[in-house]
């Protein structure tokens, strides 16, 4: 009887542990997980990429592209107010005529106030006709500033003589005289090998050409502050000039 019942009650036992074993999932290990990624991931590479839809934008008219009215203004100084005055129509011509913009001479605050108008078309001419007369300003002929408006890739740099090297006194005057040269034939000449414009006014130095032609004077102008004796810089020049034709 005792056996009996011991086999009785070790049954429901043992049909427990059964069914639990059978509910019972196996937990993966994070190794086989990873592995499984890779290979998901892989796959994923071999399939052909789906075409995305590039968005579509409608194209913005020429008056919202414009947006309000702007103005600039180029402050003149009192010994340009002549010049300003005598060249004023042809300041005034390829302002409003080619770029169809508005322009004046503000009399009390002594500045040429350039504003967009309806009629303006290039968003860019505003900025172009600002260079224009920024370049009169600084002392360049009116026919060398125009070419700001006719040409792009132009561009207008200053720099002064005291910033290459701290100069005083006849020091001074010197290294000015070495730019400009007897007669102003050095500056002449730099003139024309780099094909630019160059002016003097008192120790500032401005340039006008492109970007690669203003460095090649830059380079030279430097050279007469720092003491370099002009025949030198003629021939340093002449080489960079030739270099520069032949690569062009």
Known sequence: MDADNNTDSTTPAAAASTADTETFTKVKSKKTQKRKREQDGADMDTEEPVANKRPQFPPISGDKLKGPDEMRKVAVPAHRYTPLKENWLKIFTPIVENLQLQVRFNLKTRNVEI??????QDIGSLTRATDFVRAFVLGFQVEDALALIRLDELFL??????DVKPLKGD?????????AGKGGKT????ENVTKTRIVL????????GSFQNIKMARTAICNLILGSPPSKVYGNIRVVASRTAERF
Not at 115 to 120: A, L, Y
Not at 157 to 162: A, H, I, L, N, Q
Not at 201 to 208: F, I, Q
């Open 157 to 162: 740099e200053s720099f002064d003589v005291t």
């Open 187 to 190: 500056k002449f000449t730099i």
């Open 171 to 179: 020091h001074l005057s010197r290294a000015i005289g070495r730019i």
């Open 201 to 208: 006014a008192d120790t500032k130095v401005h340039l006008l």
């Open 115 to 120: 504003k967009t108008c309806k009629d303006t």
